[in-house]
């Protein structure tokens, strides 16, 4: 009897227009994973006409590719999902094309040929955020000759690829910035200190500090600070992301400038998942509007910075 | 004498031959309480769930963890021994971006499994060595070869790399419908071959009795005059081996490679065979248990899954209680065993 | 010489020496104290003071492993208790004061208690192979932490709390000053009281141990119990070092470096002898080793391979099998048993 | 019997381990359809010199021939291979295995490719047969006595139609029916032409059996002698080296002395203690400065009942009172705390922690009795340890040693010690004397005759009858599991009286 897994929804079948969404987190590894998921938590809610089933994968795709894998058998009307990597998920993918349920990715893209597989891709651009991160360090300090060692988020993984890439496009015509050394920090505060004391043993003359993400480089400012150094000052820090605790930071003076990567993706998928199930046509790929701050920015924006 | 048998004898003769094979051996006590437990899920997970005890998704249990499988019966072989192999999560990875370059630069399917599945019998055989010949620990020996095949991971690829060969993408996308929402996939079949091996290399020949005996005592099958040396080798060959298959289907699930596939799988393998009722000290357990270990986790997934609103810190309790939960129903069952 | 040579440490410390010598090369300053207003800074003293919460989750873990079991949740509990501290002091009206810090810290190091009797109890009374009784806890115990921190991480300012992760006292960092006692004081309790020797009895034949009266039970209970509590203090340290509580990455993987360090350090995971000052050594091979990866700038995608050369040759150098040879060709040859035991 | 050709030679073969020079320039030829037994003190390096010929060991000097050729074997395998077939002192099996497996384990029957279950264990039911050992070859081998276990192991050594056959100690925790069940066998394969080399310390096993002997003293070579051409006396002196005080020992070894204070409240008392599966409820008195002798044969459930005496074991049923007042052991601890101590039969599984020094193991006990926190004072451990190593000759006399690197039955003194030392009211000993030399065993023996004169209760276990008659001043007499007669050991009662007892179940 209930062997067909695509057999409909009963939830949903009726007059009643709730969209029942299957979402497959990464997991909650960092303060921004969180205030991912109270995003999406928060919008697709009952009364705004969701039933959202949430599952969390804890940094592991195949636990992803089995929630996804139970999503198409409990016949969901849309699976939505940060992909933990990029490729890998034409297979999974296709078993959800044919049992005919729409997906939506968000915050990651996936790496596939077959751009039927998913309805459209929601989030930002890891190259174009270390990009900016870049050209403002190109402009605003490249004027004279500088040292900048580079906090790279945990190995191999798409956010410290790309920007890491951005970055050193980015800083490639002008000969005055050089990156003299790149570790990992793997994306944490106490990381992000332990290598940053080290690059302060290692090299006299640092003079910006490039961290793929806030928790470093709160703890780069730690190690600085340890030191006998003023960060903002005698090193300067940039950053991606723009939680709350960088951009206090950021507002202190501490950090120079941080390229933000919205979290709050939670609206931009509603919105979709709503059209994607009454059938209207979608964007491909939505970029989401991050945004840049400097001091007097950060200054502004963080009185009503919700996380 | 030509009597004519009546028809209720022979289930009964059965049922008392069977009911006599369970009484004799108590070594299988524990196996049998995993699937006491699991059943018992089953019906928990059924009655709570609605879809939840339907084909498809016990098929998906086998076609999602596929590679566990072969991970766990390599490990069965090591934990049988007394020993433990650190080193598969990272030979997971290892094997998938060699197998997904290697399909990259253009090599043809029969030349890449192969030589992924070779990938894992290299480590493998460099763990053995050194904790046979080297006497290395070999929690220590198979940390370093963890270290090393992830070190050689990033070396040869840090990003992830998408595999498009067609053969091995026609091949992973096999899948065998046995109606009723019953179907496996060619990774399962080659999993379960998996368990058939090794069930006959534990069973009908002498290299797994000796398994069996350096688990009991090493210095006894020393003096026994076994072959200690070459088959503790052998065994982490085996656990190398069974890893690189174990790239191989995480590759053709994933069709992808990449460096941080597989970190802490090690513990999920580890796990999967002591559910099963492995003793971690060594020269008591069985592959099926392993076999049965790796569906218990994975069930424990799809029921969180199926919960559908748990967040993220919840899923970890749930998890760990759900092993706390099982682990000692299974020993409940099973009967207290002198530690 | 041979003494020396046929040393159990001779090679780690050689490890250690040489990682020593290869910075310094590299930096000559490496070895340079300086003194900044009567604190003491310099390589050496960072690296003292990043290795004390490995070294006292490696103490734990010597005795645990000692008794023949494994403590996996020792990363887990720091973040336990790194969550129950910071969260405490967020919470409190003046985080600053050292009454609300002491108070915090006793918390959470009351909770680690109960975390390791937890531990103790699956494995001595229900019986539970340690590796999967602390492997519940690996698991849970970061949800725990995350729903203490509700997944944000923690970020307070109190200077009695940061002292404890970036403190002096006497010109030495604070968790330099406690790890070096809890090293002292274990040291002093299992060596000048009967402890050790009756852990060791129970780590090398546990019912020979039991039909001698030794209470097993109680012992490798209590064991657990002092690896939660160290992992605790550990984990107080860690969130105190950047004053973030950070449940997710607080302590990851620091369960495999501290029984790398045991293990290194020349304990058996057999079980059954121990050596303290080993799991000394070896806490500053590792701890080394992160900061040459650094120093040297060595690439981050070769970091592993470094560390898996580093810790294969102390381990093959350290094995009987070398050992033996190397001694063999100083001495008159020997008889090489094969076996260790002889009936 | 004639000069028959010599199948094994080994010449001048030197060991040393560490500082220790375990064998100096020992010669020992076997030869074929000979019975050999090689004789010596505990740690005279007997064991080293059967370990070192199956190349467990490789000797520093010497050589090694077998069949005339020389060989070096690399290890057990290999000499198993070349025919060299062996049972080492301690059981080394795999208690995880059944029974059956045990046996044939590396020689299991083949078919295709596939171990040939039916066949491999008709084999070893065969095997087990052929020494009359009745138990299910499906069994685990663990759940049987430590005397079963000797028997598969012996049983072992018959599979591959061995050439030369070495049993170490192969005895030590036989009773008499099974010793001679195991001689017959030995015969046979002597008849048939296999070189048999024996180790025991039974003398009258080793001139029932052997047809020559070679004795080791310190390592050394003393010399080798046709047994019917060495009085036993001559044999003793060879062995302890000139100085005949210890055999003067053994000649007048304590008879039993006069039962003190019969019917007066016993030290510790058993009322319908009995465990499921294990012993059937019985009742036991014993009383301060008796000794009480246990009989019975293998598998009787002596050693059962002396786990329950001292809560190795749980009870089930009964009760236990200690002078008078009920007590309830859940563990060895408890009862140690009332000064009833247990010395295992099984020293290598219960008894001797080998990773620990020789000192450490003899204090284990008392200190675990006074606490961890109150450790004994170092002066106090070095006097007991000190007196110990001299009283029972423990050899080598290191307090330093570790206690696996010691010789079979120093280890066995080791762990004598340790329960000595605790000063005990009660003390319950499981094969005391298994694998210690006969001037030792005149040392204990004389020991505990001391001990219970002095007020020390004793329960005596011992596979040699004639052993517990000569100590006990009551003998309970076990059958079946169940306890089935006691007999007051008055100067009448003889080996015949008990042996009656096991058969009959009835006091004649
Ligand atoms: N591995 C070792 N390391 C150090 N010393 C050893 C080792 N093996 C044996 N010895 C020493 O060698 C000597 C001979 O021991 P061996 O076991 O051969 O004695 P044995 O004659 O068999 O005695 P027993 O009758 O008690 O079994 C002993 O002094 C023992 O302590
Ligand atoms: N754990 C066990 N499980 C099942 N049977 C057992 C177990 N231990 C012992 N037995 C059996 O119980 C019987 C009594 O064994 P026990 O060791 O008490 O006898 P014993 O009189 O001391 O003999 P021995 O001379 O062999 O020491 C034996 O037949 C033995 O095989
Ligand atoms: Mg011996
Ligand atoms: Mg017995």
């Known amino acids: 009897a209930c062997s067909s897994g695509s057999s409909a929804n009963t939830a949903d079948n009726g007059g009643d227009d709730t969209i029942t969404i299957g979402f497959a987190q990464v997991g909650a590894e960092s303060g921004w994973r969180t205030a991912n998921t109270d995003s999406i938590k928060s919008t697709l809610t009952a009364d705004n006409g969701f039933d959202l089933k949430f599952s969390d994968a804890q940094q592991k795709q195949e636990n992803q590719i089995q929630a996804i894998r139970s999503y198409i058998a409990q016949g969901v009307d849309v699976i939505a999902f940060s992909p933990v990597v990029e490729s890998g998920w034409d297979a999974v993918l296709q078993e959800a094309k044919q049992a005919g349920i729409p997906v939506i990715l968000t915050d990651r893209a996936v790496d596939t040929d077959d751009d039927s597989l998913y309805e459209s891709f929601i989030g930002s651009d890891f190259v174009e955020e270390g990009r900016r991160a870049g050209e403002w360090v190109s402009q605003n300090l490249g004027t004279e000759p500088i040292n900048v060692v580079e906090l790279q988020g945990t190995t191999g993984s798409a956010p410290a690829i790309d920007r890491k890439e951005g970055f050193a496009d980015a800083i490639a015509d002008n000969s005055n910035v050089t990156v003299i050394d790149s570790q990992t920090g793997n994306f944490t505060r106490a990381e992000g200190k332990t290598v940053m004391e080290g690059f302060l043993q290692a090299h006299s003359d640092i003079d910006v500090v490039f961290a793929h993400n806030d928790d470093m480089a709160l703890g780069a400012i730690e190690a600085i600070e340890a030191a006998g150094k003023v960060p903002g000052k005698d090193i300067k820090l940039i950053s991606i992301d723009g939680v709350k605790d960088g951009m206090t930071a950021l507002a202190d003076g501490k950090i120079s400038y941080i390229v933000e990567c919205n979290p709050l993706l939670g609206p931009d998928l509603a919105e979709i998942a709503k059209k994607v199930v009454a059938g209207e046509p979608v964007d491909k790929r939505i970029v989401t509007k991050d945004e840049a701050f400097d001091q007097e920015a950060a200054k502004a924006a963080l009185p009503d910075r919700k996380y | ?339 | 010489m041979n003494d020396l040579l046929r040393h159990r440490l001779f090679w780690p410390v050689v490890a250690l020496v040489a990682l020593v010598v290869a910075n310094t090369a590299h930096q000559p300053d490496f070895l340079a104290i300086r003194t900044l207003d009567g604190h003491l800074f310099g390589s050496l003293i960072n690296l003292l003071r990043q290795g004390s919460p490995l070294l006292l989750v490696a103490l734990g873990m010597t005795l645990v492993i000692a008794t023949r079991g494994i403590d996996l949740s020792v990363g887990a509990v720091a973040a336990i208790a790194g969550a129950i501290g910071l969260t405490f002091v967020a919470g409190a009206g003046d985080p600053a004061s050292p009454a609300t810090v002491a108070i915090a810290c006793a918390l959470a190091l009351g909770v680690c208690a109960v975390l390791g009797v937890w531990n103790g109890f699956l494995v001595t009374v229900l019986g539970i192979q340690p590796i999967i009784a602390t492997l519940v806890l690996m698991t849970a115990g970061r949800g725990i932490a995350m729903l203490i921190t509700g997944g944000q991480i923690t970020t307070v300012t109190s200077a009695p709390f940061k002292a404890i992760g970036t403190g002096f006292w006497l010109g030495l960092p604070i968790p330099v000053i406690i790890a070096a006692a809890v090293l002292v004081g274990v040291a002093l309790l299992t060596r000048r009281t009967a402890l050790g020797m009756l852990i060791e009895s129970v780590g090398v034949n546990p019912p020979a141990a039991r039909l001698a009266g030794v209470s097993a039970r109680g012992l490798t209970w209590s064991v657990y119990v002092v690896s939660a509590l160290f992992s605790g203090l550990a984990g107080l340290m860690i969130a105190a070092n950047t004053m973030a509580a950070d449940a997710n990455n607080a302590g990851l993987f620091i369960e495999l470096d501290a029984i790398l360090a045991v293990v290194i350090g020349g304990t058996s995971l057999a079980g059954g002898k121990f050596s303290l000052s080993g799991t000394l050594v070896g806490v500053l091979v590792i701890q080394t080793l992160s900061l040459t990866v650094t120093m040297l700038g060595i690439s981050p995608s070769v970091t592993p391979l470094f560390k898996a050369v580093v810790v294969i040759a102390v381990c093959l150098a350290q094995s009987p099998a070398v050992r033996e040879r190397l001694a063999a060709r100083r001495r008159p040859p020997a008889a090489a048993a094969t076996t260790p035991e002889v009936a | ?508």
Not at chain 2, 295 to 302: A, E, P, R
Not at chain 4, 24 to 53: P, W
Not at chain 4, 264 to 291: C, M, N, S, W, Y
Not at chain 4, 415 to 436: C, K, N, Q, Y
Request: proline share 3%; aromatic share 4%.
């Open chain 4, 1 to 508: 019997m004639s000069e028959a050709t010599a199948v094994v030679e080994m010449r001048g073969i030197t060991v040393r381990f560490g500082e220790v020079l375990a064998l100096d320039g020992v010669d020992l030829t076997l030869r074929r359809g000979e019975v050999h037994a090689l004789m010596g003190e505990n740690g005279a390096g007997k064991s080293t010199l059967i370990k070192t010929l199956t190349g467990v060991y490789q000797p520093t000097a010497g050589s090694v021939a077998v069949e005339g050729r020389p060989v070096a074997f690399s290890g057990p395998g290999d000499a198993q291979a070349a025919g060299v077939s062996t049972v080492y002192q301690e059981v080394n099996l795999c208690e995880n295995l059944s029974v059956a497996e045990n046996v044939m384990l590396g020689a299991e029957a083949r078919r295709a490719g596939c171990v040939d279950w039916r066949t491999t264990r008709r084999r070893a039911a065969d095997l087990l047969a052929r020494l009359d050992v009745r138990i299910d070859p499906a069994s685990s081998l663990g759940a049987h006595s430590l005397a079963v276990q000797q028997l598969v192991a012996i049983c072992r050594s018959l599979v591959v139609d061995p050439r030369v056959l070495v049993l170490d100690e192969p005895t030590s925790s036989l009773d008499a029916d099974e010793v001679e069940r195991l001689f017959r066998v030995v015969r046979r394969l002597r008849d048939d032409g296999v070189a048999i080399l024996f180790v025991s310390h039974f003398l009258e096993q080793v001139y029932a059996i052997s047809d020559r002997m070679t004795v080791l003293r310190n390592g050394r070579l003393v010399g080798e002698f046709r047994t019917a051409e060495l009085p036993r006396r001559e044999l003793v002196r060879h062995m302890i080296g000139g100085s005949l005080e210890v055999l003067e020992q053994i000649d007048q070894a304590p008879r039993r002395a006069v039962v003190a204070g019969a019917g007066a409240r016993p030290v510790l008392q058993a009322v319908g203690l009995g465990r499921k599966g294990a012993i059937q409820p019985f009742d036991l008195d014993v009383h301060t400065g008796e000794v009480v002798g246990l009989a019975g044969l293998l598998g009787s459930g002596r050693t059962e009942l002396a786990r329950l005496l001292t809560g190795a074991d749980r009870a089930d049923s009964g009760r236990l009172r200690v002078d008078g007042r009920a007590v309830r052991f859940g563990a060895p601890r408890a009862a140690l705390r009332r000064k009833i101590a247990y010395s295992s039969e099984d020293r290598k599984g219960e008894g001797i922690v080998g990773d620990l020094t020789v000192r450490e193991n003899i204090v284990l006990a008392l200190q675990a009795d006074r606490g961890w926190a109150r450790r004994l004072p170092a002066p106090l451990v070095d006097e007991i340890v000190e007196r110990y190593i001299t009283t029972l000759a423990i050899r080598p006399a290191n307090p330093d040693a570790l206690a696996r690197n010691l010789s079979g039955g120093n280890q066995q003194k080791v762990l004598l010690a340790r329960w000595l030392a605790t000063a005990p009211r009660v003390l319950v000993l499981d094969e005391p004397t298994r694998g210690i030399d006969v001037g030792a065993k005149a040392e204990i023996q004389r020991l505990v005759a001391d001990l219970a004169s002095q007020g020390m209760a004793v329960v005596f276990i011992s596979a040699e009858l004639e052993e517990v008659l000569r100590l006990s001043h009551r003998v309970a007499v076990l059958r079946d599991r169940a306890k089935v007669g006691e007999l007051d050991n008055t100067d009448d009662v003889g080996v015949d009286a008990v042996v009656d007892l096991i058969a009959s179940g009835e006091a004649s």
């Open chain 2, 1 to 339: 004498m030509t009597v004519v048998e009546s028809p209720a004898s022979t289930p009964v003769t059965m049922l008392r031959g069977a009911a006599r094979r369970v009484r004799l051996d108590r070594r299988y006590l524990p196996v049998v309480g995993t699937l006491v437990v699991l059943a018992l899920m089953l019906a928990v997970g059924g009655g709570r769930y609605e879809g939840f005890v339907s084909g498809r998704v016990l098929s998906n249990l086998l076609i999602n963890n596929a590679h566990l499988v072969a991970l766990a019966v390599g490990m069965t072989f090591v934990i049988l021994t007394g020993g433990i192999d650190l080193s598969v999560g990272a030979v997971v990875a290892l094997s998938g971006i060699v197998a997904a370059v290697a399909f990259r630069a253009g090599m043809p399917a029969a030349v890449v499994i192969p030589v992924v599945v070779l990938v894992g019998t290299v480590i493998g055989l460099l763990v053995g060595v050194m904790v046979h010949v080297f006497g290395v620990q070999p929690f220590v020996a198979s940390l370093a070869a963890m270290f090393l095949a992830r070190g050689l991971c990033y070396v040869i690829a840090p990003e992830s790399v998408p595999i498009r060969d067609e053969t091995f993408v026609s091949f992973s996308d096999v899948s065998l419908d046995l109606g009723g929402g019953w179907r496996i996939t060619g990774a399962g079949i080659i999993a379960l071959a998996v368990v058939a091996l090794a069930l006959w290399l534990l069973h009908y020949t002498r290299f797994g009795r000796t398994v069996y005996a350096i688990g009991g005592s090493q210095q006894s099958a020393l003096l026994m005059g076994l072959p200690v040396a070459r088959t503790t080798v052998l065994v982490y060959v085996v656990s190398g081996t069974c890893a690189g298959i174990g790239g191989l289907l995480f590759a053709m699930f994933s069709r992808s490679g990449y460096s941080l596939t597989g970190v802490g799988m090690e513990l999920d393998a580890i796990a999967a065979v002591v559910i099963g009722g492995t003793l971690l000290t060594g020269g008591t357990g069985f592959v099926l248990g392993s076999l049965i270990g790796v569906l218990v986790l994975g069930l424990i997934q799809t029921a969180i899954t199926f919960e559908g609103t748990l967040s993220s810190w919840w899923t970890r309790i749930v998890i760990g209680a759900l092993v706390l939960v099982f682990v000692v129903l299974q020993r409940v069952l099973a009967g207290r065993r002198v530690a």
